[in-house]
Nanobody
């Protein structure tokens, strides 16, 4: 199993940046596909970005160029760098891990989330 704890959320003005961190415990993060998701109350959760065991990344098309996912296997941590933040980026951001190293589209492990508010 993998336990995930997000941090780094907060309030920022439009145009600002935040870096979210997802610290994993249990199985090493290098063995899992890890993704970031976000959800606004009343709306469906959407996938933001993912990174697989080989470091290959995918992004929500509308976020390409502003958000960057990365990982540090030694620290068992996955990051989401968010630049040029806009009010529509306001959401609860969740880190999640797949059971497998390659992204299957079905995340098995979820963190508690970290709130990002852009004004």
């Amino acid at each position: 199993d993998v336990q995930l704890v997000e941090s780094g959320g907060g309030s920022v003005q439009a145009g600002g940046s935040l870096r979210l961190s997802c610290l994993a415990s249990g199985n090493p993060i290098r063995s899992h596909c890890v993704g970031w998701f976000r959800q606004v109350p009343g709306k469906e959760r959407e996938g933001v970005a993912s990174i697989d065991m080989d470091g290959r990344t995918t992004y929500l098309d509308s976020l390409k160029g502003r958000f960057t996912i990365s990982k540090d296997n030694a620290k068992n941590t996955v990051y989401l760098q968010m630049n040029s933040l806009q009010p529509e980026d306001t959401a609860m951001y969740y880190c999640a891990a797949d059971r497998w190293g390659y992204c299957s589209g079905a995340m098995a492990y979820w963190g508690q989330g970290t709130q990002v508010t852009v004004s």
